[in-house]
């Protein structure tokens, strides 16, 4: 199919179901940034498609996906970040990956925290089986979404999110003292 008729074809589809399929997920999901997220990413999978002709009913197939999508991200939900990691001080509450973006001149014991931490960090992610520590990197550090690191390594979304939740958990538990120092 010549790439100015498939781009037709995507077109159209997005005119005709855009509305419908977020009206059908923002009541399903917690906030309009999620929708938007599930919603870009049923287009992504119908624009990969090599033959819309197998589809034999087009809104069937996109409901599919999207309730599929929407699954996904229910059982994804509490992939924890680096945001999650919270300590509080006399000024209010600061998240770990707060204190990193930090820049030098918040004071030398700013300083020494982001140190310690990336220290930490790295000592951490040299642990983790190289899988897991890939995925962590590219999402939480070079900011790729889940979904793209499966594109781009061929797997399946799902083998990639146990991969950072395994990622996560290891993390957490090596980061923990630290965590506990910073609120003590």
């Keep these: 199919m010549p790439q100015k008729e498939k781009d037709n074809i995507i077109s159209q589809t997005v005119s005709k179901y855009g509305g419908k399929l977020m009206s059908y997920i ?29 589809i034999v009913n087009v809104g069937g197939w996109l409901y ?3 309730a599929n999508k929407i699954t996904d991200k229910y059982r994804k939900k509490k992939t924890e970040n680096l ?31 982001q140190d ?17 520590r ?21 797997e399946n979304i799902k083998t990639i999110i146990s991969r950072k939740n395994y990622a996560v958990k290891h993390l957490r538990n090596r980061l923990r003292k630290l965590y506990e120092d910073l609120n003590s």
Excluded: C
């Design 64 to 66: 599919r996906v999207t």
């Design 116 to 132: 310690e931490i990336w220290k930490k960090l790295f000592e951490a992610l040299e642990e983790l089986p190289e899988k897991q």
């Design 26 to 54: 923002r009541p399903k999901v917690k906030n309009a940034e999620d929708a938007e997220d599930i919603l870009q990413e049923v287009w992504y999978q119908f624009s990969s498609l090599t033959n819309f002709s197998e």
């Design 134 to 154: 890939i995925v962590y990197v590219e999402n939480e550090l070079n900011d790729k979404t889940l979904q793209e690191i499966a594109d781009e390594h061929g």
């Design 83 to 113: 945001e999650d990691f919270v300590y509080e001080d006399e000024d209010g509450d600061f998240s770990i990956k707060d204190i990193l973006l930090m820049d030098e001149s918040a004071g030398p014991e700013i300083k020494m925290f």
